[in-house]
């Protein structure tokens, strides 16, 4: 058996982030005894919670040196942890700050790496899953070569849960690299509302068609406005939208501004991993269809019964105007 790592980094309040968890699942499903590794400013409540799940052994590094996500400082650290636990296999969460570092981890390790990692299995040796061509072939892969890094995708498998365990706790010395990065604060782009959520069960997408002219002859974004944030807030769904909803802006035409391109499910947009998925006043064309590639149960409204959903991309099309059912839906879901 090989010897596997996770290794994670902690949150800026020293709690563990979610795709941790799932990643050690995929570490624990390989069978053997797994090593976790955190590192951060404050790596308490994480190491905790690693202990707790199911490790075996869980090594630390730590102090206001790794605090900030900088590369050269989270590098070595990362480093030092799979040195430390002799690791073959390196498992780590594809969070932003891992995704940015893994690659040098692994250069410095001597190993090699692969990312967007959706399962791992011992098939005779360790096998992974990947998708290729925007999630449209999924391809089984093995390496010779160790270490091997291994960056999980977030949502390909479940959080483990706390078993009770106690496993031991041990710090590793990591002195800090010079570092030419100063954190000196963080600047987010002035979006409104924040309506991209990893993990809400369900998935609202919007269309074009809610700004387009409707029976009455005219558009009516403002309504459209309402409805999509309505049902956002009651629900707690997370929004996605179609190519050509976003690419409106480009074209001076009315834009929600609760929405941009990170909005955007499709080929040339993101392949999110809800359990549901409704889709409103989108036609359902194969680009943005592909996006859906993860969402399980699919339901679709739209006015044309020949759209794109109606031929085997959603589990239900409701034919019908989606100004009025989501009207009835908001009102639904408000008076829970
Ligand atoms: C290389 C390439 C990559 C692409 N990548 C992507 C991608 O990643 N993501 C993506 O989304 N697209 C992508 N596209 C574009 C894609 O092909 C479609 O053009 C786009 O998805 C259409 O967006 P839409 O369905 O919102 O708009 P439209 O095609 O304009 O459809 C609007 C729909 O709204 C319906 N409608 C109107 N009013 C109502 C109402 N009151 N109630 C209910 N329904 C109503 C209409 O019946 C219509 O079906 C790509 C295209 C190419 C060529």
């Given amino acids: 058996m090989e010897t596997i790592l996770l290794l994670t980094h902690s949150e800026a309040d020293g709690s563990l982030p979610k795709a941790a968890l799932e990643a050690l699942s995929a570490a624990k499903s390989l069978g053997g005894p797994v090593t976790a590794a955190v590192f951060g400013g404050n790596v308490d409540a994480a190491a905790k919670a690693l202990a707790g799940a199911g490790a075996a052994k869980v090594l630390t590094a730590s102090g206001d040196a790794f605090a900030q996500p900088r590369y050269a400082t989270d590098a070595a650290a990362a480093t030092a942890l799979a040195k430390a636990a002799g690791a073959q296999l390196v498992i780590a969460p594809a969070t932003s700050r891992m995704a940015r570092v893994a690659a040098g981890v692994a250069q410095r390790l001597g ?25 449209r072939i999924e391809a089984k892969q093995k390496r010779k070569e160790r270490p091997w890094v291994l960056l999980v995708d977030p949502g390909a498998y479940p959080a483990s849960a706390a078993a009770g365990g106690s496993a031991p706790i041990e710090k590793v010395e990591v002195a800090a690299p010079a570092s030419r990065t100063t954190v000196t604060g963080v600047k987010a782009p002035t979006s409104g509302e924040q309506t991209i959520k990893p993990d809400a069960k369900l998935l609202l997408v919007a269309g074009a068609g809610w700004t387009k002219k409707q029976a009455d002859g005219k558009p009516n974004p403002e309504k459209a406005e309402q409805l999509i944030l309505g049902f956002l807030r009651a629900s707690g769904a997370s929004l996605g939208s179609s190519k050509s909803l976003v690419d409106q802006a480009g074209e001076g035409q009315k834009v929600f501004e609760f929405m941009s391109h990170l909005n955007q499910v499709g080929q040339t947009g993101a392949t999110p991993r809800h359990p549901k998925g409704l889709a409103t006043c989108c036609h359902g064309e194969e680009p943005h269809v592909v996006g859906w590639r993860f969402i399980r149960e699919r339901r679709a409204i739209n006015l044309d019964a020949n759209c794109g959903w109606a031929r085997g991309k959603a589990d239900v099309l409701y034919v019908a105007d989606a100004f009025a059912v989501m009207e009835k839906v908001n009102a639904l879901v408000g008076a829970k």
């Fill in 111 to 135: 190993g090699k790496i692969d990312t967007h990692v959706s399962q791992i299995a011992d098939e005779g040796g360790v096998t992974i899953s990947r998708w290729y061509y925007k999630q």
